[in-house]
Structure formats: C-alpha cells, structure tokens
DNA sequence: GTAACTGCAAAATATTTGCATCCTT
DNA sequence: AAGGATGCAAATATTTTGCAGTTAC
C-alpha cells in the first residue's frame, strides 16, 4: 500500500510532492492525533518548517486533515475519514479522547458525538467534544 | 455591587491588586469569553503583558476562570460559576458556543453536556463540548 | 517585615510573509 | 512551459524566565 498517501493527494487535485507524501505517512503511521511540532520533530531535519505550516493549511482546507481543539495551544490534526475526503464535507462527528497519562490525543471513531438541543435562536454548523482522562493504555 | 471582584479574591486567597481586580472587571463586564488577546487590548497601555499572563494562570489554578479550548490557537477563557469557585471543582459541564458570524464564544449555562460512553477501558476525568454557528444575535 | 505580586528586559518560541528557485503536471 | 510548491530570510507575534523593585497583608 505504498501508494495511499499519493491516492490521497491525488483525490484532492493536489500535486504529489515529497514533503505532502512525508507528512501524510507521518500521519497514516500515527495512532494519534499529530500537533504542529509532533510533525517538525519528525521531519523537520528534511523539510522546512514553514513547509509544515503551509501544507497543515492546505491539508486542512482539503478536508483531508481535521482539527482538534485544546486547551494548551497546541492545535491537533489527524486524518479525516474516507467519507470525509471523498465528499469533501466534514463527517467528523466523533468524540476525541485526550489522555493525561500519556498526553496522546485520539479519534474515538466509534463514539457519536449525542445530539444536543441548543437554545432558541442559535444554529449549529459543527459540534466538538473533547473527553479527558485516561486512555486504555495508560490504566 | 463594587466588591464583587475582590470579594472573589479574598474567597480564592488571593492578594487584591489593582491589576487583579482590573482583570476581574473585565471579565465581569464580558458577555462572552474572553482570549488573552482581548484582555490586553482593553488594559495592556495600564498592565504589563506578562502580568496578564500570569494572572490568567493564578485564577485557572484557582479555579476562578476556565479555559474553553479552540481551534485557532486562541484559547479562551470565562469566569466559572459560583459553585466552581466555592468548592474549587469544576462543575464545568455546559456546552460552549463559537459564533462564525460576530466571533464571540458563550457559555451555554443551561445546557448541559450530554452523557457519552466511552469506549472499555477509558476513563472520563473532564469533557468538552465545543457548538460552532450562529448566535442568536447574528441570526 | 515578609511574602507575594508586578514591571522591565531579554530570551526562547511560534507564526507569517515575500521572493527567488525548483518541481510537478 | 506554466503554475504551483518549497526553502530561505526576515519580519511579527507570542510566551516564558529572571530579577529588582513595589505592594498587600
């Protein structure tokens, strides 16, 4: 499977170029979500960190990444779902799960995000929800 | 109604400084969360910068504020409720809301965070729920 | 008077922008 | 060949730290 990261650029009308193909096997090997800096740690020796900057935007804004709020100012990113990329629209309703223990922060694919009835005169576009705690590893 | 600040100070065993106070006011006033940016534009020309960094992390250890994490690398902040402050726990589940229109976030006081089930082996210490649309007042 | 708080200076870190060059298509 | 992507340099902005002076209790 060699060629998934290429798959992916490819899908996104982006041009498939060293570092994008880089930071998206960081992201395909990754078992949870990746900050800014988790990406230059592992490659910032071979690319640019400006290069990091412009190519979380781009991912982003391809909807081939989705972000992850935090309290720490350390914004997240992980891959977004097939059904994500291929649409192009967000199906990011799950629930994220960030670990004191172990500090990893992880999509709970698994675990819809409850529906919640807002106040009269607010609309909702998207819902986030952050569980803290300890995760399965760290008990 | 002056004393409403210090009165939070002294039940937090803080020392009441002009600049604490001057802080509290500020929040107290707000309709809506605040970042560390807001809270210098309004009283950096009276309050070093630093001194509104530091405050800010004496009243989240205090548990006098609570943080509402972002996206955009601007974390936010409100002042927690009576029940917070006097117990020192947070009782912090109520759902947040981002509005993409005029950019305030709020505190939903009345609605609460649904229950979620997380996944064997996880265990939940706190949760977040971040709403993004339109406010009530942009609609 | 003492401990805690603040301001200033400076260091460390993070982010953005412009531009010349290189690579992908 | 043309447009887009990257690297480098530099400008900005943000956050942290140390220390000396000031203030609250």
Same mark, same amino acid.
């Given at each position: 499977m060699k060629k998934q990261g290429e798959d992916i650029l490819k899908n996104s009308a982006l041009s498939v170029t060293a570092s994008r193909k880089r930071i998206l096997d960081i992201f395909l090997a990754a078992d949870n979500a990746l900050a800014h800096q988790d990406i230059e740690t592992k490659c910032a020796d071979q690319y640019d960190r400006v290069t990091i900057y412009r190519t979380l935007q781009t991912f982003l804004e391809k909807g081939i990444i989705h972000n992850i709020p935090s309290t720490d100012n350390m914004v997240r990113y992980a891959l977004c779902n097939e059904a994500c990329i291929t649409t192009g629209h967000h199906h990011d309703n799950h629930v994220h799960f960030r670990c004191d223990a172990c500090g990893k922060t992880v %999509?709970?694919?698994?675990?819809n995000i409850p529906a919640v009835n807002l106040p009269r005169g607010y609309t909702m576009k998207e819902i /986030?929800? &952050? &569980? /803290?705690?300890? %995760?399965k590893s760290c008990k």
């Amino acid at each position: 499977m060699k060629k998934q990261g290429e798959d992916i650029l490819k899908n996104s009308a982006l041009s498939v170029t060293a570092s994008r193909k880089r930071i998206l096997d960081i992201f395909l090997a990754a078992d949870n979500a990746l900050a800014h800096q988790d990406i230059e740690t592992k490659c910032a020796d071979q690319y640019d960190r400006v290069t990091i900057y412009r190519t979380l935007q781009t991912f982003l804004e391809k909807g081939i990444i989705h972000n992850i709020p935090s309290t720490d100012n350390m914004v997240r990113y992980a891959l977004c779902n097939e059904a994500c990329i291929t649409t192009g629209h967000h199906h990011d309703n799950h629930v994220h799960f960030r670990c004191d223990a172990c500090g990893k922060t992880v %999509c709970l694919d698994d675990v819809n995000i409850p529906a919640v009835n807002l106040p009269r005169g607010y609309t909702m576009k998207e819902i /986030n929800m &952050v &569980v /803290n705690g300890i %995760c399965k590893s760290c008990k």
